[in-house]
């Protein structure tokens, strides 16, 4: 499942949730239209059960998107016990999931 965040929300399901990944994203971003599906399956498959699925609209939530330097879309941001692991900008799933295997 994926959840819907801004900056209003995005402190708290950071501190509710101990493994969060972020998808930075902009409606006019191709790539980002292109991996919101992929993003979908993976958030539901059994192996990353405890890891919270964000989707930022970048353009929408400054604030967040500053926390997590991000700077090209769509952009990826990892979160450990609400602080930022790692991050990076990716159109391709392999290059995503490499990115989760550090939440683990």
Not at 25 to 40: E, H, Q
């Amino acid at each position: 499942m994926v959840i819907d965040a801004q900056d209003s929300n995005f402190k708290t399901l950071l501190q509710e949730n101990p493994q969060v990944v972020v998808k930075f994203y902009a409606d006019w971003c191709g790539n980002c239209r292109l991996f919101k599906p992929k993003y979908k399956r993976i958030s539901e498959e059994e192996g990353y059960k405890g890891i919270a699925f964000l989707d930022v609209d970048a353009q929408n939530s400054p604030e967040t998107r500053h926390l997590a330097n991000v700077n090209t879309l769509p952009y990826f941001a990892i979160f450990r016990n609400g602080e930022l692991v790692d991050g990076l900008s990716t159109n391709k799933e392999d290059v995503f999931k490499e990115l989760l295997a550090k939440l683990s």
